[in-house]
Each structure stands twice: as structure tokens, then as C-alpha cells.
């Protein structure tokens, strides 16, 4: 049976491709959203996100009629949710817990309109067990149909999850080429979802069952937090030890079965310093190494901010003519990441921030991906590169953009977080 229409909820980093990318195969795409100023930008053939290569396929999926956006849910043969799945409130020493209201939202919306035959698939980050749960909202809102936990592969409804899996930045890329774990809560849900998935899926579709498939996004995502926990952490231990971390890093990735990643300001974005929190939540007294790792990370901005204040005082310390308010700090990148303008949970913004807080001299930043000073930072002056190499007395790179790489500063104080100017 062919899909004929689909509907994406929720136009976010997630969603919003995919939908582009079902109508650019020619299938009819409804797209849901309660951001009223999205769904406006994407009737328009425009996009309110920023990634590369996606304005010109949301564009033309609309322009050609495949891609509407709309507020309320109406009737499809597939819908995928692709909403957000934050924490709950919770206080510093807490283990965030996920808050699945977005997901419980969504399954309301579209159970109101499902019918017979049709397929659900969870694509939202989620703790193992989320879409057997969202299968049992859906059959207390349609008594009269029948699910997959009931009825298996004879079921109503079928339903799936199936993580992304795609890079920012590179997201319209990694949609078609990655490979995709579907976990069908039956057999036939799970070879729905495949021929789904195969509209513009190049890479392969791999079957398992739902539990696993949520638990290998989690496992993905903190996977590469303790490898970076690991970098982050030989680099305070080289900083302690006088070794220059980067130096070590090469040297033991020349052995073959060593690969470690790269120290940072800490580790930013909307997944992977939250994905192992999900695990972590769940099996607390299991999760040691994850938890250990997710406090590793978070804790390397404060490490930063200890190594800025260090400086500033070293600096004073042999420029005694000059003031603490005379020195200038130049941060060097905002981004959570290197060449993307993305700034959600950067850690290079929570250090630029806290330095903006208390240094009483100017603190200026530069970064080529934006444009305007982020609200948060209204005491901070954007500024170009070459204006910071020439004017600050402490020079802290915090996002190795390819703008910075091959530079160098000739005066003051460098702290470089990313390796490139040591
Ligand atoms: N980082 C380091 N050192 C490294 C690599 C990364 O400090 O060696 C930092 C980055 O600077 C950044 C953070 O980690 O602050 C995360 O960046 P990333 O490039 O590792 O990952 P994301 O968050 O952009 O995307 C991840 C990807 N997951 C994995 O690589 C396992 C992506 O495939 C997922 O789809 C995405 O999370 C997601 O949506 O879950």
C-alpha cells in the first residue's frame, strides 16, 4: 500500500526537512506546527531555520504544490511526529528528567483523525518505552480502532520509531544517505515504515523492535559524550601536568586501534548534552559512566571561565599600568559548533556570557555566522577578526570556525579551547 498523503508534525530541525524531503519525491505533505509564524514562512516558500541546502527544497516543494504547512492536523495515510522532547524543570544537582508533553500533544492531535490503515512513526528523541506508551494514549482516545499491542500485525494503526540520526549542517545530506533503525512495534509496522522511509531514504532501512531503536539514538548521543568527556577531561589533566593536549592527542591516535575526539569550551547543541540524560533517568544506578561523563561536560565551562580569570590576573600581574577595566577580552565564536550560526546551549556563549558578567572591562566577540549580538549578550560588542587580534589583551577561542584557523595573534594572552593556535 503507497502513502499517498503524509503528514510531519512539528517544522522543527527534524521535521521540516523531512517533509521537504517526502515532497520532493512528489508526495503530497502536510506539515503541522503550533508556531504560527512558521507555518507563515514555510506557506511562503521560506524556511525559519538555518540549514544549508534546505530553503531551496522547502521552496520548491511549495511552489509545486507537495509541501503545505498547517496549524491543525487533517487526515493522512502516515504521520511522523518530529516534536521536542526538553527536560522538566528540575535543580542543579537534579538528573533531568524528559518531559514528553509535546509527544502526548501530538498523539492527541492526530488520534482525533486517524483512520483505519494508517501509520504512526515517533521520530522525537525519546526514553525507551515512549512509543509503547504513545500507543496506549492512542487507544484510549479510539477505543474503536485497533494497535499493535492488541492486535499485532492484524492492527488498525501500525506503529513505529525511527530516530534521525542526521548532523546539523549537514542534515538534507545525511536524510537520504544515512542509514535508518525502524522499530516497529510488529512486524508489518516495522515493513510499513520501511517502504515509508524508502521514498527518499538511500541508505538502508534496519529492522529491530521499538525499545532498541529508541535506545540506539540514546546510546548514539552518549556514546560521543563520553568520548568527548574523555578529551575533555586529559585536557584539564595536561593543563595540571604542563602537556599540551593536543600534542598528546595526535601522538595517541597514531596507535590503530586508538581514536580519541577533541577537547572543547564543552559540549553544546540540543542532543548530545541531553540525549544521555534520557538514559541516565531511566537507570540511574546503571549509568555510571554516562553520568559521569554528562557532569564532565558541563562542567568544562566553568573550567574556561577559571582559565579567563587566571589570565586576567596574569596580565595585570605584568602590565601594572593598566587597570582591570582597561583590559579588553575578545571572545573568538559563539556557535555551539565549528561554521554553523547555531547558538542553542553553546557552551562558548554560556563562557562569553559569564565573562561579560564579571569583568568589569570590554569583552568583545567575534562570529562570522551571525550578525546582531544575541539578546543575552547585550553587554558584549560584536566585532570583526581582525579588529579583536589587534585590540584585545586576552584572546580566548572558544569554536574553531575555518574563518580562524590559520591565524595567529602576535600580543597578549591566548587561550585556545580548540586546539588551532597553540
Ligand atoms: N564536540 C567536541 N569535540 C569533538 C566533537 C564534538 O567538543 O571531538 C562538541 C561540539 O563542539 C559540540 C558538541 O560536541 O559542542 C556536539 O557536536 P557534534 O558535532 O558532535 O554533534 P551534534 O549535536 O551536532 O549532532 C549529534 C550527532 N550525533 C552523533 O554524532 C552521534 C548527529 O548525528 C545526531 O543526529 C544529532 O546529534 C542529534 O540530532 O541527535
Request: some cysteine; proline content about 6%.
Amino acid at each position: 500500500m503507497s502513502f499517498k498523503t503524509i503528514s510531519v508534525i512539528g517544522l522543527g530541525y527534524i521535521g521540516l526537512p523531512t517533509a521537504a524531503m517526502f515532497a520532493s519525491k512528489k508526495k503530497k505533505v502536510i506539515g503541522v506546527d503550533v508556531n504560527k509564524h512558521a507555518i507563515e514562512t514555510i506557506n511562503q516558500g521560506k524556511i525559519h531555520i538555518v540549514e544549508p541546502e534546505l530553503d531551496v527544497v522547502v521552496q520548491t516543494a511549495v511552489e509545486e504544490g507537495y509541501l503545505k504547512a498547517v496549524i491543525k492536523p487533517e487526515p493522512a495515510d502516515a504521520f511522523l511526529i518530529a516534536v521536542p522532547t526538553p527536560f522538566l524543570p528540575c535543580s542543579k544537582n537534579e538528573i533531568p528528567a524528559p518531559d514528553l508533553s509535546f509527544i502526548a500533544e501530538a498523539t492527541k492531535a492526530i488520534s482525533q483523525i486517524l483512520k483505519k490503515g494508517d501509520l504512526v512513526i515517533l521520530e522525537s528523541t525519546s526514553p525507551v518505552g515512549t512509543t509503547e506508551q504513545m500507543a496506549i494514549w492512542m487507544k484510549e482516545l479510539r477505543p474503536d480502532l485497533s494497535f499493535p499491542q492488541d492486535a499485532g500485525d492484524k492492527s488498525d494503526i501500525n506503529i513505529a520509531y525511527c530516530p534521525e540520526r542526521v548532523l546539523p549542517g549537514k542534515v538534507v545530506q545525511e536524510l537520504v544517505t544515512n542509514d535508518r533503525v525502524i522499530g516497529g512495534m510488529s512486524e508489518r509496522c516495522s515493513l510499513r515504515a520501511v517502504e515509508l522511509y524508502k521514498t527518499f531514504v538511500e541508505g538502508d532501512c534496519v529492522i529491530t523492535n521499538t525499545r532498541t531503536a529508541e535506545m540506539a539514538k540514546l546510546t548514539e548521543n552518549s556514546f560521543r559524550d563520553v568520548q568527548i568527556a574523555f578529551a575533555n577531561e586529559l585536557s584539564m589533566i595536561c593543563s595540571e601536568l604542563d602537556i599540551n593536549v593536543w600534542e598528546l592527542i595526535s601522538l595517541s591516535n597514531r596507535h590503530p586501534r586508538v581514536n580519541i575526539l577533541q577537547p572543547g569550551p564543552g559540549v553544546g547543541g540540543h542532543c548530545i548534552a541531553v540525549d544521555p540524560w534520557f538514559i541516565v533517568s531511566k537507570t540511574p544506578n546503571e549509568a555510571k559512566i554516562i553520568h559521569t561523563a554528562r557532569i564532565v561536560n558541563d562542567s568544562k565551562p566553568d573550567w574556561v571561565i577559571s582559565k579567563v580569570k587566571q589570565a586576567l590576573a596574569d596580565f595585570l600581574l605584568v602590565n601594572k599600568n593598566k587597570k582591570i577595566d582597561e583590559v579588553t577580552i575578545a571572545c573568538y565564536g559563539l556557535a555551539f559548533k565549528a561554521d554553523i550560526d547555531d547558538l542553542r546551549e553553546s557552551p562558548a556563549m554560556q563562557v562569553t556570557k559569564a565573562i561579560s558578567e564579571f569583568h568589569p572591562g570590554r569583552v568583545i566577540a567575534v562570529e562570522p555566522n551571525i550578525h546582531t549580538v544575541p539578546p543575552k549578550l547585550n553587554n558584549i560588542e560584536l566585532v570583526d577578526l581582525n579588529f579583536a587580534m589587534q585590540h584585545a589583551d586576552i584572546h580566548l577561542l572558544l569554536v574553531d570556525h575555518k574563518e580562524f584557523k590559520g591565524k595567529s595573534v602576535n600580543n597578549g594572552i591566548v587561550i585556545d579551547t580548540k586546539g588551532i593556535w597553540v
